[in-house]
């Protein structure tokens, strides 16, 4: 079992940047394929990005361009690097991972998942 905890949320103006980090622990971080998803409250939790473990990477067509998902396997950490944020990325962000050969984008089929760090994007 691979337990995973978020850091670097915060509020941050519209525009900014803003770098999410996924620490894993209890299992090799290079074992998972990983991603990220955010919820705001309402509404199903999304997908925001995924990376295999061959390092190639999908991403929501709202944050393409704008956001850029890496792992570091001998640190154990995934990393979230937003920029040009807009006030619609405001949510909790999750991190997720998986033991398949890719993540799903639907949220019910993961198995693993931080407890989530909040993201707010001023105007």
């Known amino acids: 079992q691979v337990l995973l905890g978020e850091s670097g949320g915060g509020l941050v103006q519209a525009g900014g940047s803003l770098r999410l980090s996924c620490a894993a622990s209890?299992?090799?971080?290079?074992?998972?394929?990983m991603g990220w998803f955010r919820q705001v409250p309402g509404k199903e939790r999304s997908f925001v990005t995924r990376?295999?473990?061959?390092?190639?990477?999908f991403y929501a067509d709202s944050v393409k361009g704008r956001f850029s998902i890496s792992r570091d396997n001998a640190k154990n950490t995934v990393y979230l690097q937003m920029n040009s944020l807009k006030p619609e990325d405001t949510a909790i962000y999750y991190c997720?991972?998986?033991?398949?050969?890719?993540?799903?984008?639907?949220?019910?089929?993961?198995?693993?998942w931080g407890q989530g760090t909040q993201v707010t994007v001023s105007s």
């Open positions: 997720a991972a998986d033991a398949g050969m890719t993540l799903p984008t639907t949220p019910d089929r993961i198995r693993y």
């Open positions: 209890g299992r090799t971080l290079s074992s998972y394929v």
């Open positions: 990376i295999n473990r061959s390092g190639s990477t």
